[in-house]
């Protein structure tokens, strides 16, 4: 073909499976998919630097008086069969990981998120590796996995978001869209199994920024539809609700994909970068440390949820809650703990949510037990949510551990990202790119408005604190992170890179974008590539 150039030679044992993955049918494919939408998809990419403009010059930002927000008689199309009662989805599962991937597929579940955004790093061969394992799945011949994917839970596939190129294709000599050759890989060599094993395909859709990229996704689906000879409304997807701006618009994202729709998803912490990264140079957008006072308790995220859950029940579509990344724990205090919060959640009226460790999973189930056996769908609830409720920051400080802690995910995640690692865990917890987000976000944030620390009131957040709290923390790192020379130099650009978007004038929308298309990384993941051959 001469119109679609990979860059990126296989590596070593992966030959075959780039010949598989990337047949010149699956090309055509991919490159037709980017030749239909690339105009809108340019429009997408100049209208977020318009908002984004426009951010800046409003007082504010208010819902509008639209025709499918005043219709109250339209609902979503009718659920598929597999997908009328999903309680629990295991997150962040990059299929590039063939163990983890195997036990997700093995669990007691309904869903499992296969992931290509917030917890997979897109090298070449991790690309490779994740379409190659859910190929193998589909058609019955991945060691360990169930034997037949009407029997596994329900794979609910989440391509990259927007943001994200991948430098590593060229079509017509531009450099392909992350997303739409995700979708566009997967569609071709799984869509049509996935629909004759009423089994898919299903997506998760991340950072949309309103319902005019719903309404792209929507024209996205239709269109394979057809080139695939599959119905009309056989792709369904959840929407992410990630950004400030996409929760002004939830009735109409919801009509957009309204044949193509599996409801909403809540994700607090991407939710809260966004507020940061579209309004957070105003003093009153200062969020305080997140560990201590940024919970589903506090009353902008309470209505965030709560908002979304009555919109999608009045819609007749599924509400899922946020995602739970706490790692198991034999501690009956912390598994209460954990517990009790997505207790609240199931009360609001989320239909199911996500949790990362499958240990986790009975605990999780056994709640759903005792509190429902089916989805909420049609318990209605009667809000009245504004703007103010949606954007009142909660009042609180700034503390020492919370800087600690934001400067420690922050470089341990560029670090593991360096490697071709999309997640990792610390403290307890798996930390990926939306914990990354905010973590970052913050410390920008503080050090923009250098707010004083809560337990030592005689400091204030400077850049000379981040600095040396960041040295102190690369320091300690080295010991338990670093076994060569190599790891010990990829910590220090993990720390200077971290440093650089700490301090910048105007940092970049997202942390993975940043990465993707920086020279450190590409060049580490070709010498990977190269030194393997």
């Not at 105007?506 to 990465?515: G, H, K, Q, R, V």
Request: neutral net charge.
């Amino acid at each position: 073909m001469t119109d679609i150039i990979l860059l990126q030679s296989p590596p070593p044992k992966l030959v075959d499976v780039q010949k598989s993955v990337f047949c010149p049918e699956a090309l055509e494919f991919v490159s037709k998919l980017h030749k239909t939408f690339d105009y809108q998809i340019e429009k997408l990419y100049k209208d977020r630097l318009s908002k984004n403009a426009a951010i800046q010059t409003q007082n504010s930002v208010d819902f509008k008086i639209t025709a499918e927000r005043s219709d109250r008689t339209w609902k979503i199309g009718a659920l598929p069969s597999r997908l009328q009662n999903r309680h629990l989805d295991l997150g962040d599962v990059s299929p590039s990981n063939a163990a983890h991937f195997v036990e997700a597929l093995n669990s007691d579940v309904q869903g499992i998120q296969v992931d290509f955004d917030d917890g997979h790093c897109p090298t070449w061969r991790n690309q490779l590796l994740a379409y190659h394992n859910i190929n193998l799945l589909v058609n019955g011949k991945l060691p360990g996995a169930p034997p037949s994917i009407s029997t596994c839970p329900v794979l609910m596939l989440r391509p990259r978001a927007w943001n994200m190129i991948d430098h590593d294709i060229l079509i017509e000599g531009k450099e392909a869209i992350g997303p739409l050759v995700d979708f566009g890989i997967l569609m071709y060599h799984i869509g049509k199994k996935l629909y004759e094993a009423n089994s898919g395909p299903y997506f998760y859709l991340s950072k949309l920024e309103g319902s005019s990229e719903a309404v792209l996704w929507n024209e996205i689906f239709i269109w394979s539809q057809n080139e695939l000879d599959l119905p009309y409304g056989t792709i369904k997807a959840c929407v992410l609700i990630e950004n400030i701006l996409s929760t002004f618009e939830l009735e109409e994202i919801l009509f957009a994909l309204k044949d193509h729709s599996l409801g909403l998803n809540c994700g607090i912490w991407d939710y809260c970068a966004s507020i940061i990264s579209k309004f957070g140079d105003r003093k009153e957008f200062l969020l305080p440390d997140r560990n201590k006072y940024v919970n589903m308790d506090r009353h902008f995220l309470n209505s965030y949820m709560r908002l979304v859950v009555s919109t999608c029940h009045a819609r007749g579509a599924p509400a899922t809650g946020d995602s739970l990344s706490c790692i198991f724990s034999r501690s009956k205090v912390i598994i209460n703990k954990v517990l009790e919060a997505k207790l609240k959640e199931i009360e609001i009226g989320a239909d199911g949510f996500m949790v990362y460790d499958v240990r986790l999973v009975p605990y999780v189930n056994e709640l759903w037990k005792k509190n429902g056996t089916s989805n909420q769908i049609s318990r209605k609830l009667d809000v009245d949510i504004t703007a103010l409720d949606l954007l009142t920051i909660p009042q609180g400080g700034v503390t020492l551990e919370g800087i600690k802690h934001n400067i420690a995910v922050t470089i341990q995640f560029i670090y593991h990202w360096l490697a071709g690692i999309g997640h990792f865990f610390y403290n307890g917890n798996v930390e990926d790119s939306a914990t990354a987000e905010i973590s970052r976000a913050q410390i920008w944030q503080w050090i923009r408005f250098s707010p004083l620390l809560e337990d030592d009131p005689n400091q204030k957040v400077t850049p000379n604190l981040i600095e040396t709290t960041a040295s102190s923390f690369s320091a300690h790192a080295r010991k338990y992170l670093c076994r060569s020379s190599a790891e010990r130099k990829r910590l220090n650009a993990a720390k200077y890179m971290s440093l650089e978007i700490f301090y910048s004038r105007n940092p970049p929308e997202f942390i993975t974008s940043y990465l993707n298309d920086n020279h450190k990384f590409r060049t580490l993941h070709n010498k990977e590539l190269l030194s393997n051959l």
